[in-house]
């Protein structure tokens, strides 16, 4: 084994997580009243079962780093949230919600 193959592999960190669009214009995006962090690494969008990030922005009408169409809910991509045991995991307002189906609850009930 050489040099490079003992090196640890490691993530860049911005606050504890990393983004997956660090170029984004942070002057233009702010997030909203509601923020919802998404995974979006492969290893947790491989399950159709866990794939959130598509449910998310199809029930949001919005992408990643853009807001709900009516202005309440934040949409984040970043390469690691830190909740890969439990993955299919996002954090809504920093707390942390497992599952499609409680994820898309907790959804609605932020924009009821």
Do not use: F, K, N, Y
Not at 9 to 36: C, K, L, M, N, Q
Not at 98 to 105: C, E, K
């Amino acid at each position: 084994m050489d040099d490079q193959d003992a090196r640890p592999s490691t993530v860049p960190i911005s606050g504890g997580r990393a983004r997956a669009d660090a170029g984004r214009d942070t002057e233009r995006w702010r997030p909203a009243a509601h923020h919802v962090r998404v995974c979006v690494l492969a290893s947790c969008q491989a399950d159709p079962d866990q794939a959130i990030r598509q449910a998310l922005e199809e029930r949001l009408g919005t992408g990643l780093d853009e807001r709900s169409a009516d202005g309440t809910i934040s949409l984040e991509g970043l390469e690691c949230i830190g909740l890969c045991d439990i993955a299919g995991a996002v954090l809504i307002d920093d707390e942390p919600v497992v599952g499609r189906d409680a994820v898309l609850r907790a959804v609605d009930d932020l924009q009821a």
